[in-house]
Structures are given as structure tokens and as C-alpha cells.
């Protein structure tokens, strides 16, 4: 790998490698092998990496700073992950170090830009999360209403529920990508879906017969 060339994304303009075009190998299940390859210097090892994350890394870096933005931030996280790897530590899970690094660079992006997120393109682009009792994060019936209220969290807010929900993240995950302990994913999260409950609870009803979010019951 030579400068900043690296495999784009699926939206880009180069294709990335698979298992078949690896010389002498054969398929790889787990990212321990590829990372080490990739550590020795096996560029079309990183590629197979990069394929096999960049759906996840895209969107962490639309539900942070935008999907206008992320292909761009994707790429240039991917670019500083094959510079950082010699400081990969062994053994580490490699998904939640990367993840990581793209989540850097969208709040780079987002502070860079000085505004908020858009939350009416992530809210669309995020399907088949599975609802827990933070429902209303989910699958409110009126998704403006939700958007609209999303929008008026601080960022640390609406990262975590952003990443814990809308990406549908681990809680160990999500605390790798925001740099905190998984402790202080649950404190900050309490504190993040009482904010935006109190914000549903105070917007506008929408018209709909059914109600609304809390229109069941």
C-alpha cells in the first residue's frame, strides 16, 4: 500500500478483494488471521478486513456526522486504521478498534462542519433493528415527531442512542466507539432516553387515529 491508497467503499470507485483473490489462501472466518496479515503487510489481507466492515463503519459515520459525509469519513478512517496497525494490539477485538476510529473522525467531521447530525436520512437508513423497551426510540408511529426530538439532544446524547439503538451495537461496542467504559454506556444512556422521553412528552401530538407513541396505551 503506497500513500493514501487504500480499498474504497462499496460507493467508491475500487473494488475490494475477496477471500478468492488472496494467493494460496483459503476462506477466513476470523479477523485475528486477516489482522495479522495485514500487520505484516498484506494489503489485500487489510481489504478483505475492510469489506468485511465497511456497512457497519458507513453507517456509525452517517448516524454521526451525516450520510453526505460518511463515505468520506469512512475512507479516511480506514486510511489512519492502516496506519495505526502496527499499534494494534494482539488478540484485541479489531471491529470495536476500527469502529472507534471512524467515530473519531465523524465528530471531526461534525465539529469541523458545526452542526448537528441529520437524523431524518440515519433514521431511514438504519432498518431491522430489533425493539427492546426503549420502543419509542424505534419504532415511534410518528417518525418526524422522534427525529424532531433527537435533534434537540446534545451530541453525547444522541451518540449513545445513536450507536446503542439506531446502529444496534453491543454495550461493549458502543462504549469502544465512544471511548468510555460499558458502565458508563448504561449511566449515560439512562440519562440520554429520559431526555428524550421528557422531549416526546412535551412535542406536539401528532394527528394521526392512532395517537402517536404513546397513543397504545
Known sequence: MTGQSVPRNRSGARGVV???DLPGSRPLDDDGTLVDRARAG???AYELLVERHQDIAVR??????GAADAPDVTQEAFVKAWRALPRFRPGAPFRPWLLAIVANEARN?????GRRA????????TPGTTATTEELVLTAEDRDRLVRALEQLAPIDRDVISCRYLADL????TAAVLGCRPGTVK??????LERLRALLDTAPEP??????LHGAG
Open 187 to 192: 449511566s449515560r444512556l439512562s440519562r440520554a
Open 170 to 173: 453491543s454495550e461493549r461496542e
Open 118 to 125: 441529520a437524523l431524518a436520512t440515519r433514521a431511514t437508513d
Open 18 to 20: 475477496g477471500a478468492e
Open 42 to 44: 498484506d494489503v489485500g
Open 60 to 65: 456509525i459515520a452517517a448516524l454521526m456526522c
Open 109 to 113: 467531521a461534525r465539529r469541523s462542519a
Open 207 to 212: 394527528t394521526t387515529e392512532t395517537g402517536g
